[in-house]
């Protein structure tokens, strides 16, 4: 080995400790500056106020956290953002099932893979879809309402909050499991036109996510909630229960909303991120706030069993999607 080489060799041994001492350092520090959430919707709904909870929750751990509200496209808007944006920590995405699971495998052209492009950190709260039939339908229960659907072939129709939401793949989902090919899909462009439809009466049934609107209806008596689809029932509205009792084992459909960031984020940033949410999700203040909204925190949840759940949930909605032949541009 020539003198030059073994003196450059001998430099590069020297200055390696100083230079990884100054890289843990600079990662040490983080964060610097405020943490910009991105919330792929726009106010309302159970996203933005669930983004506003965990951003306050972490303020004495990470420091101010800004919520940015990017919608479009069904929350795919702001997931590109994030995919694109720098790996440095300070812009994470809020993602819910609609961007992670079912635009990816429903669009013609993806603009993200979120499997490829993201980094989870956590899933941070369940938000069920919930059965939802207007009072004058003679059906008091689930198996009620299924048979019937069947009793009254080609006459019914299910609203839901858009072409490719959660509420229509679900919606389809129960068509594949109960054997009702001909249960009309009726998009609408939201929740509110869409409930106040079923409760004029221009659609019979409805898939909405259970929140704390749905429930004062349904507890009023101008809406009738059948079943919830998670596969157990809901602290908030503990006397519907759940689609797996009405001997739906697989009618599961639930908003998973998760905590996502770039894929080349370092790995003690997202430990770091990780913990400061796990401590959240124990806090009983969360759990109060999130379950007066429907929704409710995914407790002990880590960046490993979050990365499982998106490959379980991607695999579990595809064949759904492909089956309905369902095309996002």
């Given at each position: 080995?020539?003198?030059?080489?073994?003196v450059?060799?001998?430099?590069?041994?020297?200055?390696?400790?100083?230079?990884?001492?100054?890289?843990?350092?600079?990662?040490?520090?983080?964060?610097?500056?405020?943490?910009?959430?991105?919330?792929?919707f726009?106010?309302?709904?159970?996203?933005?106020?669930?983004?506003?909870i965990w951003?306050?929750?972490?303020k004495?751990?990470?420091?101010?956290?800004?919520v940015e509200?990017?919608?479009?496209a069904?929350?795919?808007?702001?997931?590109?953002?994030?995919?694109r944006a720098?790996?440095?920590g300070?812009?994470?995405?809020?993602?819910?099932s609609?961007?992670?699971?079912?635009?990816?495998?429903?669009?013609?052209?993806?603009?993200?893979?979120p499997?490829?492009?993201?980094?989870p950190?956590?899933?941070?709260?369940?938000?069920?879809?919930?059965?939802?039939?207007?009072p004058?339908?003679?059906?008091?229960?689930?198996?009620?309402?299924?048979?019937?659907?069947?009793?009254?072939?080609?006459?019914?129709?299910?609203?839901?909050t858009?072409?490719?939401?959660?509420?229509?793949?679900?919606?389809?989902?129960?068509?594949?499991?109960?054997?009702?090919?001909?249960?009309?899909?009726?998009?609408?462009?939201?929740?509110?036109?869409?409930?106040?439809?079923?409760?004029?009466g221009?659609?019979?049934f409805?898939?909405?996510?259970?929140t704390?609107?749905?429930m004062?209806?349904?507890?009023?008596?101008?809406?009738?909630?059948?079943?919830?689809s998670?596969?157990?029932?809901?602290?908030?509205?503990?006397?519907?229960p759940?689609?797996?009792?009405?001997?739906?084992?697989?009618?599961?459909?639930?908003?998973?909303?998760?905590?996502?960031?770039p894929a080349?984020?370092?790995?003690?940033?997202?430990?770091?991120?990780?913990?400061?949410?796990?401590?959240?999700?124990?806090?009983?203040?969360?759990?109060?706030q999130?379950?007066?909204?429907?929704?409710?925190?995914?407790?002990?949840?880590?960046?490993?069993?979050?990365?499982?759940i998106?490959?379980?949930?991607?695999?579990?909605?595809?064949?759904?999607i492909?089956?309905?032949?369902?095309?996002?541009?």
């Amino acid at each position: 080995m020539k003198r030059r080489e073994i003196v450059r060799l001998g430099a590069a041994v020297l200055f390696a400790p100083m230079f990884f001492a100054r890289t843990v350092a600079a990662q040490s520090k983080y964060p610097e500056r405020p943490i910009k959430l991105i919330v792929p919707f726009p106010p309302g709904g159970i996203n933005d106020p669930l983004g506003r909870i965990w951003a306050e929750k972490v303020k004495p751990m990470l420091g101010t956290v800004v919520v940015e509200n990017q919608g479009g496209a069904g929350g795919a808007l702001g997931a590109a953002a994030v995919a694109r944006a720098r790996p440095d920590g300070y812009t994470i995405l809020l993602g819910g099932s609609g961007a992670m699971f079912i635009y990816p495998a429903a669009a013609s052209r993806p603009t993200y893979d979120p499997v490829r492009d993201f980094k989870p950190i956590a899933i941070l709260a369940v938000a069920p879809l919930c059965f939802v039939v207007r009072p004058s339908l003679p059906a008091r229960n689930l198996n009620e309402f299924i048979d019937y659907a069947k009793a009254n072939p080609g006459k019914l129709s299910y609203g839901s909050t858009g072409v490719g939401s959660l509420p229509h793949v679900g919606g389809e989902l129960f068509k594949i499991l109960v054997k009702t090919p001909d249960l009309t899909h009726v998009p609408y462009k939201g929740a509110g036109p869409m409930l106040t439809d079923l409760m004029g009466g221009q659609i019979p049934f409805a898939l909405p996510a259970l929140t704390a609107q749905v429930m004062s209806l349904h507890r009023s008596g101008k809406l009738r909630m059948l079943a919830v689809s998670t596969a157990r029932r809901n602290d908030a509205a503990p006397e519907i229960p759940a689609a797996t009792e009405s001997g739906l084992p697989g009618m599961v459909a639930q908003n998973l909303l998760g905590l996502y960031v770039p894929a080349r984020t370092p790995q003690a940033i997202i430990e770091q991120l990780a913990q400061a949410t796990r401590k959240v999700a124990a806090d009983p203040d969360f759990h109060k706030q999130l379950s007066a909204s429907g929704a409710e925190p995914f407790v002990d949840s880590t960046p490993e069993k979050a990365r499982q759940i998106v490959a379980d949930e991607i695999a579990r909605y595809t064949p759904v999607i492909k089956s309905i032949g369902l095309k996002l541009d």
